[in-house]
């Protein structure tokens, strides 16, 4: 940052736009101590809080009409509310649909701050963006949400029956000594699998950007002929961003449709 | 800038120096992202579920309303319309065979009346005829009758004059009778 004194100026400014790893970094905005534990208004923070009013102040305007002939931004609003409720219907059937408004918080929420990551500067404090899904104790929180309403739901509704997906049906019985185990893993690592996927995708993503941005940066530094080949990862870092919205949706919705499935799980236990 | 933050930039720096950790497996943060993570989710959720969810759901659920009402309102039309179409239909018919009737019925009544005065003028003409025919007859008997005694004077005028005979009229009579025999 700017403020960062007794550096030179210009070396920092260098450093900073080719350094890939700098847009992960979390800077407080307000300190906030709680109990000696750091609770900090972040970036990070600032980007949740800006998404969560976006996704709501967004919506809210979209329907402030409610007309009956619904204009664009209406039609966008109740397109996005049909998807994630066909998404639910179509993956655990109607019971599913008390579910919705989570679904639809996670899905939005997720959709909204990978969006907001893509602007690489940003409105925000310190001028420069932020994926607030590029960390991974937001993702995998994310992903507990889901697993705990699922285990909590499936052992409010069925009981230990939950727990049959243990022990699948028509298998003689020394075949749970081998099964079990793997069931038992196979469940645990959805949590992981489920936050690390989002993580990793939105974390590779921004930095292959930043690296071909990067290479724009020093070619053009270097001057000359290179500055002219600067063009080609100019060129990639184009072609990656339209890759990069893909990914950022892409990946909302299938955190969305996983949560889909393993709330299935927990609707109807036992497949 | 403000203090805190400038304070904050220092506190990180200085966190980055000790351990100079990967941003994201850095766990400086992770109690305030985690903490204000549960905050905006929370927040989101209830302004979703609460407020702006059911306020689309409504707008969809009434436009499906509406449609659905709509439909059925055109299909009850629709069926209003066959059956007037069906009742026209059947006054139509109605009314057709009521003209046919009421038609026949004129017909054989105005028919009757002709047939009636055609019989009515028919006799009375026939009477007119027969009376007409009965005075020709009369008239003719009457003028023949009057020939015979014409040709009688004739006869004995004729005689008088050719002869100087003097005829009687009686016999004057026979001969015209006995000519008219031989005619």
């Given at each position: ?44 923070s ?13 919506l809210?305007?979209?329907?402030g ?11 966008v ?55 607030f ?50 069931e ?21 993503g ?61 609707l109807?236990?036992?497949? | ?14 966190a ?23 905050i ?139 000519a008219?025999?031989?005619?």
């Amino acid at each position: 940052m700017i403020e960062a004194a007794g550096q030179p100026v210009e070396g920092l400014d260098v450093a900073d736009a080719t350094n890939p790893i700098k847009q992960f970094e979390i800077h407080p905005v307000f300190n906030f101590d709680l109990n000696g534990i750091d609770l900090s208004f972040t970036n990070s923070s600032y980007f949740m809080v800006l998404s969560a009013v976006l996704v709501t102040g967004l919506l809210w305007m979209a329907m402030g009409r409610a007309a009956l002939v619904p204009g664009r931004a209406q039609s966008v609003a109740e397109m996005l509310y049909e998807f994630v409720a066909g998404m639910i219907r179509s993956t655990t059937g109607n019971e599913g649909l008390r579910f919705f408004p989570l679904v639809f918080t996670l899905f939005t929420f997720i959709l909204m701050g990978n969006m907001l990551g893509m602007f690489p500067y940003f409105p925000a404090p310190g001028f420069h963006g932020f994926t607030f899904t590029s960390h991974i104790i937001v993702t995998f929180a994310l992903a507990m949400i889901v697993i705990l309403t699922v285990m909590g739901f499936g052992i409010y509704k069925h009981g230990l029956k939950f727990f049959s997906f243990l022990f699948p049906a028509g298998v003689p019985w020394p075949l749970y000594v081998l099964l079990t185990p793997i069931e038992l893993i196979s469940f645990i690592s959805r949590p992981i699998t489920l936050g690390v996927r989002l993580f990793a995708n939105m974390l590779a993503g921004h930095i292959l950007l930043k690296v071909f941005a990067g290479f724009v940066v020093m070619l053009g530094a270097a001057g000359g002929g290179l500055a002219i080949a600067g063009i080609l990862p100019f060129a990639m870092a184009v072609a990656l961003t339209s890759l990069e919205f893909l990914v950022a949706f892409l990946q909302a919705y299938v955190f969305a449709v996983l949560t889909c499935i393993y709330l299935n799980d927990a609707l109807h236990p036992g497949h | 800038m403000t203090a805190p933050e400038q304070h904050g930039h220092t506190a990180e720096h200085a966190a980055h120096a000790a351990q100079s950790a990967f941003p994201p497996f850095d766990p400086t943060y992770f109690a305030s992202q985690l903490f204000w993570l549960a905050i905006t989710f929370a927040v989101l959720y209830l302004l979703l579920s609460k407020w702006v969810l059911p306020r689309i759901g409504s707008a969809i659920e009434e436009r499906r309303d509406r449609i659905a009402d709509d439909l059925d309102a055109a299909a009850s039309m629709k069926s209003q319309a066959d059956e007037a179409v069906r009742n026209y239909e059947q006054a139509l018919a109605e009314a057709r065979t009521k003209a046919h009737g009421l038609a026949a019925e004129a017909k054989a009544q105005v028919d009757a009346k002709i047939t009636e005065e055609t019989a009515e003028v028919d006799a009375k003409l026939d009477a007119q005829a027969s009376d007409a025919e009965a005075r020709i007859q009369e008239a003719k008997d009457k003028a023949l009758a009057e020939v015979d005694a014409i040709a009688a004077e004739t006869a004995i005028a004729i005689s008088a004059q050719l002869t100087q005979l003097d005829v009687a009229e009686a016999d004057a009579q026979k001969a015209v009778a006995k000519a008219k025999q031989g005619a």
